[in-house]
């Protein structure tokens, strides 16, 4: 059971080009939206589409595939574990962040030329 311990799988769409960047020790870290939709009738009967986002992470390797190959609207699915962390602001707020950590992901559109 410990394998199904914070997991989380996501298939959706990207909100924007992932974004990389390169430390100093040479480690690759990747961000990028992904927008997951639900469709759903409400009390009254009436379709609901809602839509969430979700900020992911990927490091390594899959960060290096994810800013060459994922673009603005591309399909994709993601697994990984959820974390949290908190940061202040330059006003002094507290301000809390959740994001994947992608572990695996798959692209599912045929893929473009990464120029």
Known sequence: MNALRN????IGRLGK??????????KVKARFPVA???????????K???TQWHDVVA???LAEVAGQ?????AEVAVEGRLTYRTYEDGEG?????????AGE??????????S
């Open 69 to 73: 190959y994922l673009k603005k609207g």
């Open 7 to 10: 997991k989380v799988q996501l």
């Open 93 to 101: 707020q507290t301000r809390y962040i959740t994001e994947v950590v």
């Open 59 to 61: 490091w390594g390797g």
């Open 48 to 50: 609901v589409e809602r």
């Open 105 to 114: 992901m798959l692209m599912l559109e045929k893929r473009s030329d990464p």
């Open 17 to 26: 080009d992932a974004e990389t960047i390169t430390f100093d020790d040479g």
């Open 36 to 46: 997951t939709n639900e469709t759903f009738r409400n009390g009254e009967g009436e």
